[in-house]
């Protein structure tokens, strides 16, 4: 499903904002008041549906619940069988790496791909001090020890949201990579926005979009700058909308309301399109053993 | 005004406690930023809803059990503390050899240095290697080790050529260097030719000063 959402033009021509039939979730508004909660949930919300599984030849919908997932039924079947000496599957969120994603990449790989490279010492941002390993020749090396461990921690986090079938918004407004990003996400099955931000995407998404419409359960900066190398807005935007972020952080950024920020270089191919690769690889994977779980269970 | 559970146990508590702090602190005049984003971060803004009885659990995010078990490495607060410490410069021991290097003989051209072999094959650094080999066998001062490697690189063949401001100086008289900079001759025979006229000048200019008054003699010279 390819999702592009285009401040430009509202034409039918350009693929839209997905009114999703497959993945409707429930919305959580963050209030914008600090004061009155309460008054603010006078917006209708969208109960959880569920997912539409399978139209089956006999017209039977199942649906199952998105938000209380849970393996308890699941490994309870799954335990019976394993008597026999299948395959024994736990809940993802008991183990460490469940997605293997420490295998997706090396420091080699990130040093390699010039992930290391900062901006110079005049540009770098106060916050972004204590990821940075050194400064050679008034250029601020990035300490790639602490990439490695935000890397796995975020790589970790998409998987796992992938795995719960959640919504993976990819954003770039760097011209360069424009193209890249847009790729990404068409080749992985989650969206991209990289063209210019519409103030009200998603603070406004009721009015702008309509009630159907569901915002991203995670948003992947692969540049947490806009094209004037301003903080951009859908940085400030989901962090009022609990939309967890995980964004790519150079020296020049500002990690402070990211989530899960991965330091690094965000300018130069090599390591955009690592981390395209790698995020586009982390998520398929997760998609996968998302199908072959459904389908293992749909068996029983 | 949302509450926040000061009987919580997790890692967000210091954050519900320290937010009275934050507020005295939040003069920076943040105008986008509401105050419940300043200061704290998602997780616990839903975990307070979730208490509140505003979110369901039947409707609670997707992400919200996955950031449980994975939390991040540092809290997503938009006002933390800044190290102010200076940031460490990285530089080796080779970095005064090589400072030395460039500043005598100048950049000798750009190095891939993703390429092994074409920083093996830099001049730099086959310098730095003759230098620190010669270090090891001898104890000698840093001045005549740099002299010591040149001339050890010369007799191994490579020859390296002085940047114009470090070249050696000539016995060049000043009439003679004015009068080769501004007539650039290329012929090696014409130039000695005239060198050995300048200089022939110079020795009667010499023996006039001091009064020994001869005449310059033209068909000597040839």
């Given at each position: 499903?390819?999702?592009?959402?285009?401040?430009?033009?509202?034409?039918?021509?350009?693929?839209?904002?997905?009114?999703?039939?497959s993945?409707?979730?429930?919305?959580?508004f963050?209030?914008?008041?600090?004061?009155?909660?309460?008054?603010?949930?006078?917006?209708?919300?969208?109960?959880?549906?569920?997912?539409?599984?399978?139209?089956?030849?006999?017209?039977?919908?199942?649906?199952?619940?998105?938000?209380?997932?849970?393996?308890?039924?699941?490994?309870?079947?799954?335990?019976?069988?394993?008597?026999?000496?299948?395959?024994?599957?736990?809940?993802?969120?008991?183990?460490?790496?469940?997605?293997?994603?420490?295998?997706?990449?090396?420091?080699?790989?990130?040093?390699?791909?010039?992930?290391?490279?900062?901006?110079?010492?005049?540009?770098?941002?106060?916050?972004?001090?204590?990821?940075i390993?050194?400064?050679?020749?008034?250029?601020?090396?990035?300490?790639?020890?602490?990439?490695?461990?935000?890397?796995?921690?975020?790589?970790?986090?998409?998987?796992?949201?992938?795995?719960?079938?959640?919504?993976?918004?990819?954003?770039?407004?760097?011209?360069?990579?424009?193209?890249?990003?847009?790729?990404?996400?068409?080749?992985?099955?989650?969206?991209?926005?990289?063209?210019?931000?519409?103030?009200g995407?998603?603070?406004n998404?009721?009015?702008?979009?309509?009630?159907?419409?569901?915002?991203?359960?995670?948003?992947?900066?692969?540049?947490?700058?806009?094209?004037?190398?301003?903080?951009?807005?859908?940085?400030?935007?989901?962090?009022?909308?609990?939309?967890?972020?995980?964004?790519?952080?150079?020296?020049?950024?500002?990690?402070?309301?990211?989530?899960?920020?991965?330091?690094?270089?965000?300018d130069?191919?090599?390591?955009?399109?690592?981390?395209?690769?790698?995020?586009?690889?982390?998520?398929?994977?997760?998609?996968?053993?998302?199908?072959?779980?459904?389908?293992?269970?749909?068996?029983? | 005004?949302?509450?926040?559970?000061?009987?919580?146990?997790?890692?967000?508590?210091?954050?519900?406690?320290?937010?009275?702090?934050?507020?005295?602190?939040?003069?920076?005049?943040?105008?986008?930023?509401?105050?419940?984003?300043?200061?704290?971060?998602?997780?616990?803004?839903?975990?307070?809803?979730?208490?509140?009885?505003?979110?369901?659990?039947?409707?609670?995010?997707v992400?919200?059990?996955?950031?449980?078990?994975?939390p991040?490495?540092?809290?997503?607060?938009?006002?933390?503390?800044?190290?102010?410490?200076?940031l460490?410069?990285?530089?080796?021991?080779?970095?005064?050899?090589?400072?030395?290097?460039?500043?005598?003989?100048?950049?000798?051209?750009?190095?891939?240095?993703?390429?092994?072999?074409?920083?093996?094959?830099?001049?730099?650094?086959?310098?730095?290697?003759?230098?620190?080999?010669?270090?090891?066998?001898?104890?000698?001062?840093?001045?005549?080790?740099?002299?010591l490697t040149?001339?050890?690189?010369?007799?191994?063949?490579?020859?390296?050529?002085?940047?114009?401001?470090?070249?050696?100086?000539?016995?060049?008289?000043?009439?003679?260097?004015?009068?080769l900079?501004?007539?650039?001759?290329?012929?090696?025979k014409i130039?000695?030719?005239?060198?050995k006229?300048?200089?022939?000048?110079?020795?009667?200019?010499?023996?006039?000063?001091?009064?020994?008054?001869?005449?310059?003699?033209?068909?000597?010279?040839?």
């Amino acid at each position: 499903m390819q999702l592009c959402i285009d401040g430009h033009s509202m034409s039918p021509r350009r693929v839209f904002l997905n009114i999703v039939n497959s993945r409707v979730s429930s919305f959580v508004f963050g209030s914008n008041m600090a004061t009155n909660v309460l008054k603010m949930w006078s917006r209708p919300f969208v109960e959880v549906v569920g997912t539409l599984k399978r139209f089956q030849a006999t017209g039977v919908y199942q649906a199952r619940k998105l938000a209380t997932y849970s393996t308890n039924a699941a490994t309870q079947k799954l335990a019976q069988q394993t008597e026999s000496g299948t395959v024994k599957i736990q809940d993802p969120l008991q183990h460490p790496d469940y997605f293997d994603v420490h295998k997706l990449f090396t420091l080699q790989d990130l040093f390699r791909a010039n992930v290391h490279v900062g901006h110079k010492t005049g540009l770098l941002n106060v916050h972004m001090r204590k990821y940075i390993f050194g400064v050679r020749q008034k250029i601020c090396i990035i300490d790639l020890d602490k990439t490695v461990k935000h890397l796995q921690i975020a790589l970790n986090f998409a998987s796992h949201i992938a795995y719960r079938k959640g919504s993976i918004l990819f954003i770039n407004r760097s011209l360069q990579f424009t193209h890249l990003v847009e790729k990404t996400a068409k080749e992985c099955g989650e969206f991209a926005q990289t063209r210019r931000w519409q103030g009200g995407c998603f603070t406004n998404s009721l009015v702008q979009y309509g009630p159907e419409v569901k915002l991203p359960d995670l948003v992947v900066f692969l540049n947490t700058q806009n094209n004037v190398f301003q903080e951009h807005a859908a940085v400030r935007d989901s962090a009022k909308m609990n939309i967890p972020t995980i964004g790519i952080v150079d020296t020049n950024c500002n990690p402070n309301l990211i989530t899960y920020p991965v330091p690094g270089n965000d300018d130069t191919p090599d390591a955009m399109e690592l981390y395209c690769r790698l995020f586009k690889n982390a998520i398929l994977k997760a998609k996968q053993m998302r199908k072959e779980f459904d389908d293992h269970d749909n068996v029983m | 005004m949302v509450e926040v559970d000061q009987t919580q146990t997790t890692g967000y508590q210091q954050l519900g406690q320290g937010a009275n702090s934050q507020t005295r602190l939040a003069n920076t005049g943040s105008v986008e930023l509401n105050a419940l984003l300043t200061f704290i971060p998602i997780t616990c803004r839903v975990q307070n809803l979730m208490k509140a009885g505003v979110i369901k659990e039947k409707n609670k995010p997707v992400w919200f059990d996955v950031m449980k078990a994975f939390p991040p490495l540092e809290e997503p607060l938009y006002l933390r503390k800044i190290d102010k410490r200076p940031l460490p410069n990285i530089l080796y021991p080779e970095d005064k050899i090589r400072a030395q290097f460039y500043q005598v003989y100048g950049s000798q051209g750009a190095i891939d240095l993703k390429n092994k072999t074409s920083i093996a094959q830099s001049l730099c650094h086959i310098f730095i290697q003759k230098y620190q080999e010669l270090e090891k066998k001898d104890d000698v001062d840093c001045y005549r080790l740099f002299n010591l490697t040149v001339e050890e690189l010369a007799r191994e063949g490579l020859v390296l050529k002085k940047r114009r401001k470090y070249s050696l100086q000539s016995k060049q008289s000043d009439k003679e260097k004015r009068f080769l900079e501004t007539q650039p001759i290329k012929d090696p025979k014409i130039t000695d030719m005239i060198k050995k006229a300048l200089q022939m000048a110079e020795h009667a200019e010499k023996k006039a000063s001091n009064d020994e008054v001869k005449m310059f003699d033209t068909n000597k010279k040839s």
